[in-house]
């Protein structure tokens, strides 16, 4: 019998929720929000300034709290949420320096980062607001929200799932965000909710190992049929837009710059989208997903790719955004995510273990293991190293038997044909 083998989770999720505000408390709360924002603005300007663009949490508190509460009229948890918010800001910019300089000093880049060349400026109308003190839930599906002249109830909306989960007193709701939609005019509360939970690895009854890239956007390689989900269509979408885009951005007029920005949402959702469905599809329940680890992929095709064309269709789809919901959802649904090393997926054999660059000829997608010969497809042998590093990694703390190192299916059983594959496109895989 084999050893529990549990993994403590934390699961997090966005909940977005729609205030029904009337005329006087969407008032009310956007001069909270502008008042909020102009403070940040201040608060940024006197780091930038005065500080020496250096933001010190506690020495910014206080400097200036005091003095926003005066100035803007801000309540006192608003008024230090600014000063954390700003401070968080000059915090990031300086973790890029670091590794702008880094990056060159390596030489990835020659480029230099110019985030602090002037003071981070804050244009949005977002408030951060923390739970139990800014906002709060009460009877009838209503949020209560502190403002400049106290709290206002508001009753709100949002998809049923979410909202019951919110209400089953299961998930600890964290600090939200109160943002206002100027497109459509509405005000949303974005709330996080948290849930820690226990999962045993051993209770998985299959394991699986996903392959991103161009291609192909993922390939998932089991013990059964394997799974492929050809990229070309949506990437024949993306030229399209950057065509428009283009051509926009030559004309340069106001009316082009409004559809420059509906074409960034169009494309934002697209993305969006197809990475929900194609997480759907990969996180199921009682399922062992590993995925790559791609910690500083941008860097390394910036280096690689010298044609700027083939740099921005390398960098165009949004990999980070997999990864993310295949966590959260495996999680979701029953199952567990874990990230695995990258180096040499696809270089490997999984049969014998040579690993070389010869092994993939011309780069194609062919496979051939110059050592013992055997023939795969070049990005399902990615998506077999990844599953059979995440069996290492659980069996090695487990010790629970021997990990076979030799796929259970044979060389006629892998996916498309590499040779066919140039001339017949696949379709998108889409989730259920």
């Not at 230099?112 to 839930?137: C, M, N, Q, W």
């Not at 990229?231 to 837009?241: N, T």
Request: with cysteine; net charge positive.
């Amino acid at each position: 019998m084999n050893e529990p083998y549990v993994v403590k989770d934390s699961l997090t999720l966005s909940i977005k929720l729609k205030l029904s505000a009337n005329y006087e408390q969407k008032a009310l709360l956007l001069r909270t929000m502008d008042s909020y924002r102009d403070a940040m603005n201040y608060v940024s300007r006197y780091a930038f300034t005065q500080l020496d663009k250096r933001a010190n949490k506690r020495k910014l508190n206080d400097l200036l709290y005091r003095e926003l509460r005066i100035r803007y009229n801000l309540p006192s948890q608003l008024a230090q949420s600014a000063i954390r918010r700003v401070a968080s800001t000059y915090q990031g910019e300086w973790t890029k320096i670091k590794q702008n300089a880094e990056h060159r000093k390596l030489g990835y880049t020659k480029k230099y980062y110019h985030g602090l060349e002037k003071a981070p400026e804050f244009k949005s109308r977002t408030t951060e607001i923390v739970y139990g003190r800014d906002y709060s839930f009460g009877k009838n599906q209503t949020a209560s929200v502190n403002t400049l002249e106290g709290r206002v109830r508001v009753a709100y909306e949002g998809w049923t799932p979410h909202v019951e989960r919110l209400r089953s007193g299961e998930w600890k709701i964290g600090t939200a965000k109160l943002w206002y939609d100027k497109r459509r005019k509405a005000l949303y509360l974005i709330v996080p909710i948290t849930r820690e939970q226990s999962v045993d690895l051993n209770d998985m009854t299959q394991v699986q190992g996903v392959d991103v890239g161009m291609r192909y956007l993922a390939v998932v390689g089991t013990g059964e049929k394997p799974i492929f989900v050809k990229g070309s269509p949506i990437h024949h979408k993306k030229r399209h837009l950057q065509r428009l885009r283009k051509r926009l951005q030559e004309k340069g007029t106001r009316s082009a710059k409004r559809r420059l920005a509906a074409l960034s949402r169009r494309e934002r959702r697209l993305t969006s989208d197809v990475n929900h469905r194609l997480s759907r599809k990969i996180a199921q329940p009682q399922v062992l997903v590993g995925i790559e680890d791609l910690t500083h992929i941008r860097v390394k095709i910036n280096t690689k790719r010298k044609d700027t064309e083939e740099r921005r269709q390398a960098e165009q789809w949004a990999f980070a955004d997999l990864h993310s919901k295949i966590l959260y959802k495996s999680s979701l649904y029953g199952g567990y995510a874990t990230r695995q090393d990258a180096h040499y997926t696809s270089q490997g054999c999984p049969r014998c273990e040579h690993t070389s660059k010869n092994n993939r000829p011309g780069k194609g997608l062919l496979f051939t293991c110059e050592a013992c010969g055997y023939t795969l497809h070049a990005d399902l042998v990615g998506g077999r190293n990844v599953r059979l590093r995440t069996l290492v990694a659980r069996q090695g703390r487990t010790i629970t038997g021997r990990v076979s190192t030799v796929p259970d299916v044979d060389s006629n059983d892998t996916g498309p044909d590499p040779v066919e594959e140039s001339r017949n496109p696949l379709t998108l895989v889409r989730g259920s």
